[in-house]
């Protein structure tokens, strides 16, 4: 007799099923890129008995926007994906969001920055002409500021004049305080990386958390919701790969569990640009428009 057949195993020892989510934003229609991901979801949860959420990442106010949302509805229900509802709208849990950001205030890891995007671009090409300056992942240039050295004061003063702040956290500090960081992927990165890798966030530098109008990123917003949803596993595309570093340190600091990660490869245009919202070939709606099938969506992304 197995463990199985013993009486009371069922309720006592059944593990809870893994639980995956796609997150779009709703700032444009889905493309093949998005179909990839989401039926890369959908086949998991399936295979694995798992539940599927979907999650509408709608914190940036002004590229949100409902009509995207409702079109990811059809996109997806077109696709053959069913998902749990009631949906999470980020921007209807902002107070999460929030008492996240004060834990990690509270561990003296956030500082405000001041600095417009103008100001920023010049303190970077400053520090290019005399030499080289690190740029993140994506590619963008690391905070170049010095905010993080403004007296107490200073920083009172400048939020009490209204004038428009970021929030960004102590690369540094945060890394002191978590020395040792890894990940499970079970996909792979850009570079074919797999199995359990080091976490490297000191190559985003001063990442932003939130800003004085949206109390929230990406980044904390996502490392919040992966949390409060259960999600076991994240299947995203390899875009997101590198940022699974600030992700990783985000859930150490706040004390939260670390799902397993799976990155699939990016879907590219002809000219093998990674694809854009607003390109239009690629499409969904497009190509649904267009005749395309369900299936032949399936076949385009590589999927059998
Ligand atoms: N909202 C992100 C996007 O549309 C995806 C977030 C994630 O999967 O972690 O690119």
Known sequence: MDGRDKPGHDETFRMSPPVFRFAPSPNGYLHLGHACSALL???????????????????DATRCRPEFETAIYEDLAWLGIAWETPVRRQSEHLADYRAALERLSALGLVYPSFESRAEIAKLVAAREASGSWPRDPDGAPLYPGAARQLPHAERERLIASGAPYALRLDMEAACRQVPALDWTETGEGPNGERGQ???RPKAWGDVILARKETPTSYHLSVVVDDALQGVSEV???????HATSVHRLLQVLLGLPA?????HGLIRDEAGRKLSKSTRATGLRELRAGGASPTDIRRLVGLR
Do not use: C, K, S, W
């Not at 979801?41 to 979907?54: F, P, Q």
């Not at 299947?235 to 790969?241: H, S």
């Not at 799902?259 to 990155?263: E, L």
């Open 197 to 199: 890798l080091a976490a």
């Open 235 to 241: 299947v995203r595309g390899q875009d997101l790969f």
């Open 41 to 59: 979801n959908a086949d998991r949860a399936r295979e694995t008995g798992g539940r599927l959420l979907l999650r509408m990442e709608d914190i």
């Open 259 to 263: 799902p397993v990660y799976r990155h």
